[in-house]
């Protein structure tokens, strides 16, 4: 394990995840890009919900793309193909007849690089409520303030409501946008390396409220930073040239690997 254990320990697998029901499973899962390049390779995986699943691997290996494949943000670029099922709650949501709009509030997604909105931050959140919801405006102030407390930022914004979110810091940024997404009562969180961008103070807060957040989202995170995913999930997986190589409890994976791919990753011989 070396120092992937530094500022907190790995965390310990707890045989209740185990009996956690499945939110997201991939079956078969293969996706090409137009010009024929197959970067997702026939990957099978069950997500637990009340969990976070960490994916770790080298630049390029497919873990962001398959992040994406979870909400159907391929469908954004014509000639991109995907092949097998995923599964929300049993339901295979690569169905074409499947509402897009409504599959990315179940499923929400943050990026590298916080996105927030050119508008206020009350507006940032707002926005999406009202595309799926008629609501009055105080049950909007709520929901507003409900979404802004779970992403651990209310107390930091709740005097300035009206400001520019563009005038948060990068951190806070970060936690807006998890407020959005969470502000439409999603039952999934995909995070595709949240903290890359932030300083390491920032970084701390943001694992902090993950941590809070698990309790509620099955949560999917994909790191290039070894000790985070060490930290933060109770499972991980290992992808390498598109393929799933290993999948297990974080425990295991940094502690005991069954495949040697995964012990030299983890100990740092590559990647």
């Not at 909400?71 to 709650?89: A, C, H, I, S, W």
């Not at 409520?129 to 008629?134: C, P, V």
């Not at 957040?213 to 930073?225: D, K, M, Q, S």
Request: proline share 5%; net charge neutral; aromatic share 8%.
């Amino acid at each position: 394990m070396g120092d992937v254990m530094t500022r907190k320990p790995l965390q310990a697998f707890n045989p209740d995840d185990l009996d956690r029901p499945v939110k997201v499973e991939a079956r078969q899962l293969s996706f090409f890009y137009q010009n024929g390049y197959q970067a997702i390779k026939e990957v099978d995986i069950s997500l637990r919900d009340r969990t976070v699943t960490a994916f770790i691997g080298p630049s390029g290996c497919g873990k962001s793309t398959l992040l994406r494949i979870f909400n159907r943000m391929y469908d954004l670029y014509p000639g991109q193909k995907v092949t097998g099922e995923v599964l929300l709650d049993g339901r295979n949501i690569l169905n074409p007849s499947e509402d897009l709009n409504r599959l990315r509030a179940k499923i929400g997604m943050v990026f590298q690089k916080p996105t927030p909105f050119p508008m206020s931050i009350y507006e940032n959140i707002a926005f999406g409520i009202r595309l799926y919801e008629k609501i009055s405006k105080a049950e909007m102030n709520d929901r507003v303030e409900a979404a802004l407390r779970e992403a651990a930022l209310w107390n930091e914004v709740k005097d300035k409501l009206h400001q520019s979110g563009l005038g948060l810091s990068g951190g806070q940024q970060q936690r807006l946008c998890i407020a959005r997404a969470i502000a439409v009562k999603p039952s999934v969180l995909l995070l595709d390396e949240p903290a890359s961008a932030l300083d390491p103070i920032s970084t701390s807060k943001l694992e902090e409220l993950i941590e809070t957040l698990r309790a509620t989202y099955c949560i999917a995170i994909v790191t290039h930073n070894l000790h985070q995913a060490a930290r933060i999930s109770q499972y991980t997986a290992f992808m390498y040239l598109g393929e799933l190589v290993e999948f297990d409890s974080t425990e295991t994976i940094f502690s005991a690997p069954r495949d040697q791919r995964t012990g030299d990753y983890v100990t740092g011989r590559f990647g």
